[in-house]
């Protein structure tokens, strides 16, 4: 599927949080998507998460701002993005792309596969278990994640730059 404007990604959100299942589906971004002003629900929850492919196509994901990240659990790919001038604010247990990278129910077999991601000119501010990239990192892979003149501000415990808390068979 092509995701070339805001609306159409509000969509997918909406779907995957409602529990339709996107597993062996790839999602595509088909230009640079400008959420100045947007709230934003995370894409998936505990219950319904993305298990399929998200691809950038180097596309970016502008302006970003809220109190959690894109995504709440990511279990599937996500794959060449920019993040440039996003932001979370107050959050705990957050990053900016995810709260849970690789993070399965007993029923799931964790697939979390991050690669080629940029994060430009971004802010954190989060509190326990918070990192830019993720909260938690649990049984995934992460490659080529870059970051160029981000800030983050953090208290509490369990926080790191990548992740705050890495668990299981996390490969970088």
């Known amino acids: 599927y092509l995701i070339k404007d805001k609306a159409q ?13 996107t597993t062996n589906v790839t999602f595509i971004l088909g230009a640079d998507i ?23 196509n180097g596309h970016k994901i502008l302006n970003y701002k809220g109190t959690a990240g894109l995504f709440r659990v990511l ?8 993040f440039e001038y ?3 604010v107050g959050a ?23 690669k080629n991601v940029v994060f430009k ?10 990192g830019l990239l ?4 649990h049984d995934a892979t992460v490659e080529e994640v870059y970051m160029e003149n981000c800030e983050m501000t953090i208290s509490g415990r369990r926080n790191g730059f990548l992740a ?3 668990e299981g068979y996390a490969t970088f």
């Open 92 to 114: 705990a247990n957050a990053g900016l792309l995810a709260t849970y990278i690789g993070y399965a129910k007993s029923s799931n077999v964790c697939q979390g596969h991050v």
């Open 134 to 137: 993720s909260g938690h990192i």
């Open 164 to 166: 705050g808390r890495v």
């Open 121 to 130: 000119d971004c802010k954190f501010t989060g509190a326990n278990d918070s």
């Open 75 to 82: 279990n599937g790919a996500f794959q060449n993005v920019v």
């Open 86 to 88: 996003c932001e979370v």
């Open 9 to 21: 990604l509000e969509h997918l959100a909406e779907l995957v949080n409602k529990g339709k299942d």
């Open 34 to 56: 400008d959420l100045k002003g947007e709230e934003w629900t995370p894409i998936g929850n505990l219950t319904y998460q993305f298990l399929g492919t998200f691809d950038g």
